[in-house]
């Protein structure tokens, strides 16, 4: 099962909207609306920001969002702040895989 | 409250066999639909899945990587332990345990991570 395509580097400024892609296949993203995101701020472990495509854990700040179409599933971070600033992984279940994460995107604040 | 502890050796030497454990509370592994899973991350590079274990002894294991690894879980203890055997430097990495949703789809806490590294 091959990792889901994510771009190596994102960035904006503080309040702008940024928009991170996790590209996968019909056999896992494209199937399955089961897709989630996860932040990692640097020597801390991943947290859980967005399941099952577009919803959001209690706590977890609405201006993140997200969404899918096709292969191709998006996360939405509005209004950005400078403790966005993280590494976002997306993951999705891909059935007798069971689950893949994507290369992971660094978001920078400018 | 729902924590996770991963514990093990921090160093382990090439083709040597390397067994973590994850000790966990505020959930129980008997109840319907909770697993605990296994996820690993190299220095500086991406989240890898390797094995989930379900409250019914149900176990998956990453494709690449199953003739290596066993899950298995001791409920009495909280606790669930997942073994590599033929340890390669290219399998230095941090090792999280990850505490999965009764839907099954989803890890929504995660323990801090321990490093093992692999080196003669």
């Known amino acids: 099962q091959s990792?889901?395509?994510?771009?190596?580097?994102v960035s904006g400024s503080p309040g702008q909207s940024i928009t991170i892609s996790c590209t996968g296949t019909s056999s896992d993203v494209g199937s399955y609306n089961l897709v989630s995101w996860y932040q990692q701020h640097p020597g801390?472990?991943?947290?859980?920001m967005i399941y099952e495509?577009?919803?959001?854990?209690?706590?977890?700040?609405?201006?993140?969002?997200?969404?899918?179409?096709g292969n191709t599933a998006s996360l939405t971070i509005s209004g950005l702040q400078a403790e966005d600033e993280a590494d976002y992984y997306c993951c999705s279940y891909a059935g007798s895989s069971p689950w893949v994460f994507g290369g992971g995107t660094k978001l920078t604040v400018l | 409250q729902i924590t996770l502890k991963e514990s093990g050796p921090t160093l382990v030497k090439p083709?040597?066999?390397?067994?973590?454990t994850c000790t966990f509370s505020g959930f129980s592994l008997s109840t319907s639909g909770v697993g605990v899973g296994w996820i690993r991350q190299p220095p500086g590079k991406a989240l890898e899945w390797l094995a989930l274990i379900y409250w019914d002894d149900d176990k998956r294991y990453s494709p690449?990587?199953?003739?290596?690894l066993t899950i298995t879980k001791d409920t009495s203890k909280n606790q669930v332990v997942l073994t590599m055997t033929n340890m390669d430097p290219v399998d230095t990495a941090t090792y999280f345990c990850a505490h999965s949703d009764s839907s099954g789809w989803f890890f929504d806490y995660w323990g801090q991570g321990t490093l093992v590294t692999v080196s003669s």
């Open chain 1, 53 to 69: 495509v577009s919803k959001r854990p209690s706590g977890v700040s609405n201006r993140f969002s997200g969404s899918k179409s």
């Open chain 1, 44 to 48: 801390k472990a991943p947290k859980l």
């Open chain 2, 15 to 20: 083709t040597q066999t390397l067994t973590l």
């Open chain 1, 3 to 9: 990792a889901l395509t994510q771009p190596a580097s």
């Open chain 2, 64 to 68: 690449s990587l199953k003739s290596r």
